[in-house]
């Protein structure tokens, strides 16, 4: 990620954690409508977001008049668009655009940031559109104008910017106020950079011009944000002591000064210093700055606005490099150290891991609150007496190291594989073990790589349990079926996974004498009219017979056959169909899970329980089953699905579908919160396919529901494999003494010593997520 990235995209961050901005001078004297927006302007000027959408959300009830309501219409879209909310910055901004109320000047501007908002989603010919529209409407507004221009420059392919570019810089020349004149040399200079070669000379010239006008105020974001700019263009030169001092005089500058307090400038600052230190080979000096800006974003995390592009966290892909870069000189600086020298930066290195992987599942669940109002455990705080060993592998682009946690102590392990090949090598194995295919020599591949460094120290520290925190297609590998060239892992080792050490409370179980609410779901009901469209339009019309891809009994995927010519049908079009009863009899066929209905009535004989089965399993049964007992293990056979965010997993009642954040609203009852729940189990979901962010879904419900644990697999399992598995497992957790892991080992074993359930497919699907005691 570079540092211009990082730049631009902290243009959006917000300053200042998140606090209740009062705007009433006294209790007689309640601020009017022209001062809430004045202040709100002055907040996102400053990039204070948060606080801006504050006042102007209070400012909503006092917008009478159709000028005012579309001047606050305005104000939210642009502040809404700078937070990363786009959705609503596209609603607010269409409104203020075409009302006639406002005076083409107004109107302009709103045309120019709707048009940004099309341009960054990738819709050129629609913000075209409006560029010109918000041209024709800034009229003789010189600045206006010249800002609009430049949008529409940064439209046409990079072959064709330098001469219009070059026309802008002669007209910015032509403008009366230094202000401006340097806000837009320093937009028309990053542009040029842009370029590369092309555009170099002309980019430091409109970049000295930027920082000479703005260094009439000394004090002012502009001077910054043209002095690192400077920087980057002498480090794209190689210029690297010239790059540096500009760095430190910006830094030094924001430290003096009343800027203090502008981290988001800060920020992009301390990581170009730290590439610029690391260029040097000066690796403390470079790891100190990394340390630095990571402090820098903890302070703003809760106030970093955060937008999705195919599911991933704009959180995730800015800032992961960073924590990696940090961690990869932590790991580098412990390595020549003696062992307990090393302890310090190691933990150091741990703990910055650590971080990052709790942004990203605050991230995917959409609640950054969910994780901080947790109950959480120091990273350290693995009791040696457990025999338990935590591994990260942290895959860096040019090796794995593999991080081990045994007691107290902490070792280093470096591995001579890339991340690309650790990658595809990850995806290749899960895609072959979902379809059932021999992978014996990716899994003898995979355990060389992840393993095999350091099974002398699990051995010689006695190991019984090893829990693996993975990032990136590593997720997708069932750890228990990696194969040492003569057993697999499982076959030495209970094992579970976790997103995160920090989100969990390790404590051994509150109690044994388990007890369980049984829900399952072998017919549904009329939950198959709310699932997704693209679910189900497949199995609508035509002979259903061709339509099935899947034998029923033998497997619990949730099979997506494809129907053209239903998949775009409109939304009113859709709910009529679905309201058809041979539409809903066909669905209910087609998912259907006879084996349910044998897995929990062998359940029933293992544990004491509540059973809610097919239709008594309703949304409301459930919630009241929940609200009225306490339930130490909650265990769910229906249908689920796990995507790539929160909002895309639900699990199927008979009557409806339960989404993530209904399902926390259902579990987190006093009753529970007294009581954490011990163990969520959710025996028929499955994973979206080669998504490596999809099995947080299954992290994402248990950290929802306040559960210690939870049990599901990675891929669609057999129903055979599912009802023996099940059967086992229970009957080992209430044997004293056993963990979650050692049960969840115990009844993989059994499948795996059984003649026709050996392969992986039908065994290791099955995870542990959490807490395994």
């Given at each position: 990620?570079?540092?211009?990235?990082?730049?631009?995209?902290l243009?959006?961050?917000?300053?200042?954690?998140?606090?209740?901005?009062?705007?009433?001078?006294?209790?007689?004297?309640?601020?009017?409508?022209?001062?809430?927006?004045?202040?709100?302007?002055?907040y996102r000027?400053?990039?204070?977001?948060?606080?801006?959408?504050?006042?102007?959300?209070a400012?909503?009830g006092?917008?009478?008049?159709?000028?005012?309501?579309?001047?606050?219409?305005?104000?939210?879209?642009?502040?809404?668009?700078?937070?990363?909310?786009?959705?609503?910055?596209?609603?607010?901004?269409?409104?203020?655009?075409k009302a006639?109320?406002?005076?083409?000047?107004?109107?302009?501007?709103?045309?120019?940031?709707?048009?940004?908002?099309?341009a960054?989603?990738?819709?050129?010919?629609?913000?075209?559109?409006?560029?010109?529209?918000a041209?024709?409407?800034?009229?003789?507004d010189?600045?206006?104008?010249?800002?609009?221009?430049f949008?529409?420059?940064?439209?046409?392919p990079?072959?064709?910017?330098?001469?219009?570019?070059q026309?802008?810089?002669t007209?910015?020349?032509q403008?009366?106020?230094?202000?401006?004149?340097?806000?837009?040399?320093?937009?028309?200079?990053?542009?040029?950079?842009?370029?590369?070669?092309?555009?170099?000379?002309?980019?430091?010239?409109?970049?000295?011009?930027?920082?000479?006008?703005?260094?009439?105020?000394?004090?002012?974001r502009?001077?910054?944000?043209?002095?690192?700019?400077?920087?980057?263009?002498?480090?794209?030169?190689?210029?690297?002591?010239?790059?540096?001092?500009?760095?430190?005089t910006?830094?030094?500058?924001?430290?003096?000064?009343?800027?203090?307090?502008?981290?988001d400038?800060?920020?992009?600052?301390?990581?170009?210093?730290?590439?610029?230190?690391?260029?040097?080979?000066?690796?403390?000096?470079?790891?100190?700055?990394l340390?630095?800006?990571?402090?820098?974003?903890?302070?703003?995390?809760?106030?970093?606005p955060?937008t999705?592009?195919?599911?991933?966290?704009?959180?995730?892909?800015?800032?992961?490099?960073?924590y990696?870069?940090?961690?990869?000189?932590?790991?580098?600086?412990?390595?020549?150290?003696?062992?307990?020298?090393?302890?310090?930066?190691?933990?150091?290195?741990?703990?910055?891991?650590?971080?990052?992987?709790?942004?990203?599942?605050?991230?995917?669940?959409?609640?950054?609150?969910?994780?901080?109002?947790?109950?959480?455990?120091?990273?350290?705080?693995i009791?040696?007496?457990?025999?338990?060993?935590?591994?990260y592998?942290?895959?860096?682009?040019?090796?794995?190291?593999?991080?081990l946690?045994?007691?107290?102590?902490?070792?280093?392990?470096?591995?001579?594989?890339?991340?690309?090949t650790?990658?595809?090598?990850?995806?290749?194995?899960?895609?072959?073990?979902?379809?059932?295919?021999?992978?014996?020599?990716?899994?003898?591949?995979?355990?060389?790589?992840?393993?095999?460094?350091?099974?002398?120290?699990?051995?010689?520290?006695?190991i019984?349990t090893?829990?693996?925190i993975?990032?990136?297609a590593?997720?997708?590998?069932p750890?228990?079926?990696?194969?040492?060239?003569?057993?697999?892992?499982v076959?030495?080792?209970?094992?579970?996974?976790?997103?995160?050490?920090?989100?969990?409370?390790?404590?051994?179980?509150?109690?044994?004498?388990?007890?369980m609410?049984?829900?399952?779901?072998?017919?549904?009901?009329?939950?198959?009219?709310?699932?997704?469209?693209?679910?189900?339009?497949?199995?609508?019309?035509?002979?259903?017979?061709?339509?099935?891809?899947r034998?029923p009994?033998?497997?619990?995927?949730?099979?997506?056959?494809?129907?053209?010519?239903?998949?775009?049908?409109?939304?009113?079009?859709?709910?009529?169909?679905?309201?058809?009863?041979?539409?809903?009899?066909?669905?209910?066929?087609?998912?259907?899970?006879?084996?349910?209905?044998?897995?929990?009535?062998?359940?029933?004989?293992?544990?004491d329980?509540?059973?809610?089965?097919?239709?008594?399993?309703?949304?409301?049964?459930f919630?009241?089953?929940v609200?009225?007992?306490?339930y130490?293990?909650?265990?769910?056979?229906s249908?689920?699905?796990?995507?790539?965010?929160?909002?895309n997993?639900f699990?199927?009642?008979?009557?409806?579908?339960?989404?993530?954040?209904e399902l926390?609203?259902?579990?987190?009852?006093?009753?529970?919160r007294?009581?954490p729940?011990?163990?969520?189990?959710?025996?028929?979901?499955?994973?979206?396919?080669?998504?490596d962010?999809?099995?947080?879904?299954?992290?994402?419900?248990?950290?929802?529901?306040?559960?210690?644990?939870?049990l599901?697999?990675?891929?669609?399992?057999?129903?055979?494999?599912?009802?023996?598995?099940?059967?086992?497992?229970?009957?080992?957790?209430g044997?004293?003494?056993?963990?979650?892991?050692?049960?969840?080992?115990?009844?993989?074993?059994e499948?795996?010593?059984?003649?026709?359930?050996?392969?992986?497919?039908?065994?290791?699907?099955?995870?542990?997520?959490?807490?395994?005691?």
């Open positions: 990620m570079s540092t211009l990235t990082i730049a631009r995209r243009l959006l961050l917000m300053l200042c954690l998140m606090a209740c901005a009062s705007y009433a001078a006294d209790a007689d004297a309640p601020p009017s409508f022209a001062q809430l927006l004045a202040e709100a302007k002055q000027e400053q990039h204070q977001y948060h606080q801006a959408l504050a006042g102007l959300q400012a909503e006092l917008a009478q008049t159709p000028v005012e309501q579309a001047e606050l219409a305005g104000a939210l879209g642009q502040t809404y668009y700078f937070n990363g909310q786009l959705a609503q910055a596209e609603h607010y901004l269409k409104q203020a655009s006639p109320t406002l005076d083409a000047r107004q109107r302009a501007r709103y045309h120019n940031t709707l048009a940004s908002l099309y960054g989603q990738g819709n050129p010919a629609q913000a075209g559109q409006l560029y010109q529209t041209l024709t409407l800034a009229g003789n010189r600045i206006l104008a010249l800002e609009i221009r949008n529409q420059i940064r439209l046409q990079n072959s064709g910017q330098y001469p219009l570019l026309t802008l810089l007209d910015i020349a403008l009366p106020a230094a202000a401006e004149q340097a806000r837009l040399y320093l937009y028309a200079g990053e542009q040029l950079r842009k370029l590369g070669t092309e555009g170099n000379a002309l980019a430091f010239e409109a970049l000295a011009k930027s920082h000479d006008l703005a260094a009439k105020q000394p004090d002012s502009l001077y910054i944000e043209s002095t690192a700019a400077l920087a980057r263009l002498y480090q794209d030169q190689q210029r690297i002591d010239e790059a540096l001092q500009l760095a430190q910006a830094i030094s500058q924001l430290q003096s000064g009343q800027n203090g307090a502008q981290l400038l800060l920020l992009p600052l301390e990581q170009q210093q730290a590439t610029l230190f690391a260029a040097k080979q000066q690796w403390r000096p470079a790891r100190e700055a340390q630095r800006a990571v402090r820098h974003i903890q302070a703003i995390r809760q106030d970093i955060v999705y592009q195919d599911g991933r966290s704009s959180f995730r892909e800015t800032f992961a490099p960073l990696l870069n940090l961690a990869d000189l932590l790991l580098r600086e412990a390595k020549p150290l003696p062992t307990d020298a090393a302890q310090p930066l190691l933990k150091q290195a741990r703990d910055v891991l650590e971080l990052l992987k709790q942004s990203e599942l605050e991230d995917f669940l959409g609640n950054r609150c969910l994780l901080s109002g947790a109950q959480q455990t120091d990273a350290s705080a009791d040696s007496s457990t025999a338990t060993a935590v591994l592998p942290v895959m860096l682009p040019d090796r794995l190291e593999l991080l946690e045994t007691g107290d102590r902490l070792s280093i392990h470096t591995v001579a594989v890339t991340a690309n650790l990658e595809s090598t990850a995806k290749a194995f899960a895609s072959g073990l979902r379809g059932n295919q021999s992978e014996t020599v990716r899994a003898q591949q995979l355990y060389h790589w992840l393993v095999a460094p350091v099974a002398e120290r699990l051995q010689h520290a006695n019984h090893l829990i693996t993975p990032d990136g590593l997720r997708l590998v750890m228990a079926v990696l194969h040492d060239g003569q057993h697999y892992l076959e030495r080792y209970a094992t579970a996974t976790t997103p995160a050490l920090s989100v969990l409370h390790v404590q051994a179980a509150h109690q044994r004498r388990w007890s609410l049984l829900a399952g779901l072998s017919i549904p009901g009329s939950s198959v009219s709310k699932l997704p469209w693209e679910m189900v339009s497949g199995y609508v019309g035509g002979d259903l017979a061709e339509r099935m891809l034998s009994g033998k497997t619990r995927a949730i099979i997506l056959p494809d129907n053209a010519r239903l998949k775009h049908l409109d939304k009113a079009s859709q709910q009529k169909l679905l309201a058809d009863p041979s539409v809903q009899q066909q669905l209910q066929q087609a998912f259907s899970l006879p084996g349910v209905k044998t897995e929990v009535e062998q359940i029933e004989q293992q544990l329980n509540t059973t809610l089965l097919d239709d008594r399993f309703t949304v409301a049964a919630r009241q089953q609200a009225q007992q306490n130490p293990i909650i265990h769910i056979a249908h689920g699905k796990f995507g790539n965010k929160a909002e997993t699990i199927m009642a008979y009557d409806d579908v339960i989404r993530a954040h926390q609203d259902i579990l987190k009852t006093s009753v529970q007294q009581q729940i011990e163990l969520l189990t959710l025996s028929a979901c499955q994973t979206a396919q080669g998504d962010r999809a099995p947080l879904g299954i992290s994402g419900l248990a950290l929802q529901a306040r559960a210690q644990s939870a599901g697999s990675l891929w669609p399992i057999n129903d055979t494999a599912a009802q023996m598995l099940m059967a086992t497992f229970y009957r080992h957790l044997e004293p003494g056993t963990t979650k892991a050692e049960a969840l080992r115990q009844a993989q074993l499948l795996l010593h059984s003649p026709n359930l050996r392969e992986p497919y039908f065994w290791s699907p099955f995870i542990l997520v959490g807490n395994w005691l």
